[in-house]
Each structure stands twice: as structure tokens, then as C-alpha cells.
T-cell receptor, first 115, second 109 residues
Framework: DTGVSQNPRHKITKRGQNVTFRCDPISEHNRLYWYRQTLGQGPEFLTYFQNEAQLEKSRLLSDRFSAERPKGSFSTLEIQRTEQGDSAMYLC?????????????FGQGTRLTVV | GQNIDQPTEMTATEGAIVQINCTYQTSGFNGLFWYQQHAGEAPTFLSYNVLDGLEEKGRFSSFLSRSKGYSYLLLKELQMKDSASYLCAPEAGNTPLVFGKGTRLSVIA
């Protein structure tokens, strides 16, 4: 158990619906990351936060995606008007981001299936 | 930007040794992580190399050549439980990790 908690673990939704995922990082970690992973691929970076500030967003993150980390602790990732191409594993990770050589710890992920 | 290349799949026999290569082109390179990911599970940390050379940790070793943009992960005395994907992730500055596509290793009896 790495200490990063995600829920739900699985989500099946109909195309066009909105979904929201939650991530609770390791408590002392100031950095929180969202990645997306599809079958046979490595994790693809989506966005990350340092404390409550969202510092970077990938071009993969369309305007249907929004992430928040309101108090610098847990984070949510919302996908609006889901499409079948959004089906993937959404991984959250956290680290102590003040220096390099900082191990990134991953949660178990939320598997999204859009039908 | 980053360009990371590793083989898609490898197969090896239980008890054998396997080497998984990774080449990268990374601006602002600091060091390189290797992660292991079993099917349906989270990636877990295996190693981090910042200096050239081989670092050994039990059955797993990792090598880095900064000048060549090259790393490998060496797994000895393979066990069935080593069947997993192995992800190469060069670290650039103090930025989020970017992963390669991963190498899916199958260990057969």
C-alpha cells in the first residue's frame, strides 16, 4: 500500500454523462499528479498541482477535463460529456516536489469505461 | 521535450537473466527512474540512477549512461511474479515524470 488512495476504483458511465474521481495523496506530499493510461501504454501525464496551485496541464487535457485541489490535500478530476475515447485508467500520484530525485507514488487508479 | 524508446514486449524463461533497454532524449536530464507495473495495478518504484554505471539491488540492477542517453534494467534469476510491464522514466528538471510506453515482460516456465 503506497498510501495514495483513489476512488472509485471502477466507473462505468454512459456517453455524455459527467464523472468525477477523487484522489487522496500521501499526507505530507505537496505535489499531486494525474495520469491517464490505456492498455499497452505507459502512463500519460495530464496535469499536476503543487499544493493548491495547478502548475501544468498537458495538451491531452481537453476543455472537458477539469482538476482541482482546493485545500492542497485531496484532488478531484472531472470529465464532462464523456466520450468513448475517455475510457482508460486514471492514475493519481504524489511526491515531495521540492527537489529532484523524488520518488513518485501511485494510487491504484480509477478505471473508467464509457459505454 | 522527451523521446523515450523501449521494446514493447519481451519473453524470458524462469531462472534466466533478462535486460530491458531504454533510450531517451531528454532536455534538462537529471536522472532516470524504472517502475514495475503488474497488470491492473499501480506502478511501483524499482530504481533511480543519476550517475553513470550500474546500481545493484538484489535481483534487479539498473544501468545508466548519461552521454549515450541509455539505460537498462537487468533482472536476474527470473521468477514468474516478475511478469509485468517495466516503465522507463527519465527525469527532467523538477517536472512531472514522463514515461515510456513500457516493456511487457512475460516469464515462462
Amino acid at each position: 500500500d503506497t498510501g495514495v488512495s483513489q476512488n472509485p476504483r471502477h466507473k462505468i458511465t454512459k456517453r455524455g454523462q459527467n464523472v468525477t474521481f477523487r484522489c487522496d495523496p500521501i499526507s505530507e506530499h505537496n505535489r499531486l499528479y494525474w495520469y491517464r493510461q490505456t492498455l499497452g501504454q505507459g502512463p500519460e501525464f495530464l496535469t499536476y498541482f503543487q499544493n493548491e496551485a495547478q502548475l501544468e496541464k498537458s495538451r491531452l487535457l481537453s476543455d472537458r477535463f477539469s482538476a482541482e485541489r482546493p485545500k492542497g490535500s485531496f484532488s478531484t478530476l472531472e470529465i464532462q460529456r464523456t466520450e468513448q475515447g475517455d475510457s482508460a485508467m486514471y492514475l493519481c500520484a504524489s511526491s515531495l516536489g521540492s527537489t529532484v530525485n523524488t520518488e513518485t507514488f501511485f494510487g491504484q487508479g480509477t478505471r473508467l469505461t464509457v459505454v | 521535450g522527451q523521446n523515450i524508446d523501449q521494446p514493447t514486449e519481451m519473453t524470458a524463461t524462469e531462472g534466466a537473466i533478462v535486460q530491458i533497454n531504454c533510450t531517451y532524449q531528454t532536455s534538462g536530464f537529471n536522472g532516470l527512474f524504472w517502475y514495475q507495473q503488474h497488470a491492473g495495478e499501480a506502478p511501483t518504484f524499482l530504481s533511480y540512477n543519476v550517475l553513470d554505471g550500474l546500481e545493484e539491488k538484489g535481483r534487479f540492477s539498473s544501468f545508466l549512461s548519461r552521454s549515450k542517453g541509455y539505460s537498462y534494467l537487468l533482472l536476474k534469476e527470473l521468477q514468474m511474479k516478475d511478469s509485468a510491464s517495466y516503465l522507463c522514466a527519465p527525469e527532467a528538471g523538477n517536472t512531472p515524470l514522463v514515461f515510456g510506453k513500457g516493456t511487457r515482460l512475460s516469464v515462462i516456465a
